[in-house]
């Protein structure tokens, strides 16, 4: 019985070759809904006349978003509620629809590693017509910030996947990199 049992672990590393390696943390989504998940950030007596207001939502510890209002759009930015001073990423993402849109949180093992938001940008075409754009904007946060990228939601299909894709491909690089 003693002999069979280095046997049965050679072939079960044989059929199932993670058992014999350490594992890859399981990438995963959450979903942060922007006009479920958010609050106005500030009393509206706390602001100054014509001064917009701005809304933060909930995010995967230790993040949240923070949604800066201008007179043409909103814009996101993805901050650490223990640091709200800091955004983890570089310019904000322009263009979100904070009242029907969505922010997916990419996650490896749990941890947040990248974030993934639709955006939309009306454009007026030389003969008037006017065009609308739909990008999602894939966003590195924190040590992945180099994590960047756009996928045309017109040209690409399954452009969801495709984000998800593009954000994972990077942080890949960066794990191996980090190795």
């Known amino acids: 019985?003693?002999?069979t049992i280095p046997l049965l672990l050679l072939a079960a590393s044989?059929?199932?070759?993670a058992l014999s390696r350490a594992e890859s943390p399981?990438?995963?989504s959450t979903y942060t809904f922007l006009a479920k998940d958010c609050r106005w950030a500030f009393?509206?007596?706390d602001l100054e006349e014509g001064q917009?207001?701005?809304r933060i939502c909930r995010g995967p510890a230790p993040y949240e978003l923070f949604i800066d209002f201008s007179a043409e759009a909103a814009f996101l930015s993805?901050?650490?509620?223990?640091?709200?001073?800091?955004t983890v990423f570089g310019d904000p993402v322009g263009g979100i629809d904070e009242e029907k849109g969505a922010v997916e949180w990419r996650l490896a093992g749990g941890v947040p590693f990248a974030l993934i938001v639709r955006t939309k940008r009306r454009t007026t075409l030389d003969d008037g017509?006017?065009?609308t754009s739909e990008r999602l904007a894939v966003r590195g946060l924190g040590n992945h910030s180099e994590i960047t990228g756009d996928v045309d939601v017109h040209k690409t299909p399954h452009a969801n996947a495709a984000a998800r894709t593009l954000a994972d491909r990077q942080w890949r690089v960066h794990r191996a990199d980090e190795r």
């Not at 044989?14 to 070759?17: A, I, L």
């Not at 993805?78 to 800091?86: I, K, Q, T």
């Open 78 to 86: 993805a901050r650490r509620s223990d640091r709200p001073n800091d």
């Open 52 to 54: 917009d207001n701005a």
């Open 26 to 28: 399981l990438l995963s």
């Open 14 to 17: 044989t059929v199932f070759p």
């Open 43 to 45: 009393n509206e007596t």
């Open 129 to 131: 017509r006017e065009w």
């Open 1 to 3: 019985m003693k002999s």
